[in-house]
């Protein structure tokens, strides 16, 4: 009887599961034959992750800026990559690590950067489980439902302003293409130690 009870319940939950993931607007998620090889209808496709790319990029150069994007599925592989001119293979990796830590932890990566502005060990806690303390990796989320992860990195410390940063383009991007978005987080600044009493 409880086997039963239990089939039923999973039964329940994946039919839940596959209605949720058929209302997802296709024109943000893959579809048709794409979706059926895969058994996946929650990945966020080749075209949004292109339209955030290029949103990206646009804002970057409205910043005299430049910038590498990096959009990722729900399960971490990479959809779509652009790099701008003058990126290096530094900044290509920050951003891969932001979008893998905002995947990993369903958040903004700015939260473990704040947590590191309080506490110095939080990088090296955070380093066993492959997360990023930086600012720029967003959770890509259509009618709440992970579709992928977007991380920006690249920007020169010389073009970051109050409005324009790895942050703000990753978000001001997911606004020109997904819709509206959560209020940015804002950075905390870092503390400096306590003295001594």
Request: charged share 20%.
């Amino acid at each position: 009887m409880r086997a039963r009870t239990l089939m039923v319940s999973i039964c329940g939950a994946v039919l839940l599961a596959s209605v949720a993931a058929a209302q997802l607007p296709e024109k943000f998620v893959i579809s048709g034959k794409a979706a059926e090889r895969l058994n996946d209808r929650i990945s966020i496709n080749g075209d949004t992750a292109r339209k955030l790319a290029m949103a990206c990029e646009e804002i970057a150069k409205q910043h005299n800026s430049q910038a590498v994007i990096v959009i990722l599925d729900p399960y971490g592989q990479v959809v779509h990559q652009h790099r701008m001119d003058g990126i290096g293979y530094v900044s290509i990796i920050a951003a891969v690590n932001k979008a893998q830590t905002a995947l990993r932890t369903r958040a903004p990566s700015v939260l473990l950067a704040n947590r590191q502005a309080r506490d110095s060990f939080t990088e090296t806690h955070m380093l066993q489980y492959d997360l990023t303390v930086q600012e720029g990796g967003f959770p890509i989320i259509v009618d709440k439902q992970m579709i992928g992860a977007i991380g920006v990195g690249g920007i020169p410390g010389g073009d970051r302003t109050p409005t324009y940063d790895e942050q703000t383009c990753a978000r001001d991007a997911l606004i020109a293409v997904i819709g509206p978005q959560p209020p940015l987080i804002p950075e905390a600044t870092a503390q400096a130690p306590a003295a001594p009493r």
